[in-house]
């Protein structure tokens, strides 16, 4: 199949390395040739890394990064059987983006990897019923799940076409009508902005809070390094969507607000709950020692 992802950026290189490797042909697009070459040389660079660590053969590598072309052009995505939007969380640019991918394919998927309102995304096409979200988790290439979300107008075809995709590229499905959050996000959120608030009002440090919930409740990463990872300043955007939505259970906290205007954003400044150095977590941000 021939697959079309807008935005070359961390979900967009890694949608497009998954579906190569699985066989699909791959148009990677970005606005800047320089986004585009970043993009492929950040999946050239994974593809190395799973070989050096047995999980990827030389030749598997090889063909995945011949079955990706990186362009500009929006006119090169002609023909894309599913087109797979992710340009960063911008409504009015997720509109205008899937809009013009319709226009240039030709009864194409249209697919979201939004974490917002994929009805009011699917209401910029001329074809609502065509739209359908795809709701990847980061790193793409190691995280199982897929969220279908399903639109207030999407096809059942849409749907089956979507999930028999998701499938074939070794990843498993489930399908969520298209509500604040979805599944994922609405979980995950509720959990990290209560442990935010367990900080805030010095019921225990960052860390041990992370490690009750690792031992606890054998979660890989506890809910503030998870924060610190996704970014402070996403966590907070997504807070401030949701209780919009859903009323004041989402309110986020204070000290959330002011390491955001700090410029304490996580793992991608150096700091947020914890130090970051190298990518590696050292102490937790209070000068106290990380244990």
Same mark, same amino acid.
Request: aromatic share 4%; net charge negative.
């Given at each position: ?5 807008l935005g070359a950026g961390t979900m967009g290189g890694g949608i497009a390395q998954v579906s190569a490797m699985t066989g699909h042909e791959v148009t990677l697009r970005d606005i800047e040739d320089a986004y585009v070459d970043r993009g492929i040389e950040t ?36 023909? *894309?059987?599913?087109?797979?939007? !992710?340009? /960063? ?11 013009? !991918? ?8 249209? !697919?979201?990897?939004?974490?917002? *309102? ?9 074809? /609502? ?33 979507? !999930? ?13 009508? @298209? ?25 225990? *440090? ?37 209780r919009e939505e859903l009323g004041e259970r989402f309110r986020p906290p204070q000290l959330l607000k002011r390491k955001v205007r700090a410029g304490k954003l996580g793992k991608k400044t150096g700091e947020g709950f914890y130090y970051w150095e190298d990518g590696?977590?050292?102490?937790? *941000?209070?000068?106290?020692? @990380?244990?």
């Amino acid at each position: 199949m021939k697959v079309a992802v807008l935005g070359a950026g961390t979900m967009g290189g890694g949608i497009a390395q998954v579906s190569a490797m699985t066989g699909h042909e791959v148009t990677l697009r970005d606005i800047e040739d320089a986004y585009v070459d970043r993009g492929i040389e950040t999946i050239a660079d994974t593809l190395e890394e799973g070989v050096e660590r047995g999980k990827v053969t030389p030749e598997n590598r090889e063909g995945a990064l011949e079955r990706i072309a990186g362009t500009t052009d929006l006119d090169a995505i002609e023909g *894309s059987e599913l087109v797979i939007e !992710a340009v /960063p969380e911008e409504m009015a640019l997720k509109k205008e983006t899937v809009a013009a !991918a319709e226009r240039v394919t030709d009864g194409a998927v249209i !697919a979201s990897n939004t974490s917002s *309102s994929l009805t009011e995304i699917a209401g910029a096409l001329d074809d /609502p019923s065509r739209a359908i979200g795809l709701h990847f988790f980061n790193p793409v290439h190691l995280m199982d799940l897929v969220e279908v979300v399903v639109a207030e107008r999407t096809a059942e075809a849409t749907v089956e076409f979507a !999930a028999e995709f998701i499938e074939g590229i070794g990843k498993e499905t489930v399908v969520i009508n @298209d509500t604040p959050g979805f599944a994922t996000s609405r979980l995950g959120v509720a959990i990290g902005v209560e442990a935010i608030r367990m900080v805030e009002q010095g019921v225990a *440090s960052p860390r041990a809070i992370d490690r009750a919930m690792e031992l606890g409740y054998n979660h890989p990463m506890g809910p503030l390094e998870l924060t610190d990872l996704v970014g402070l300043d996403v966590r907070l955007d997504i807070l401030e969507g949701l209780r919009e939505e859903l009323g004041e259970r989402f309110r986020p906290p204070q000290l959330l607000k002011r390491k955001v205007r700090a410029g304490k954003l996580g793992k991608k400044t150096g700091e947020g709950f914890y130090y970051w150095e190298d990518g590696e977590r050292t102490d937790i *941000s209070d000068g106290k020692t @990380d244990k």
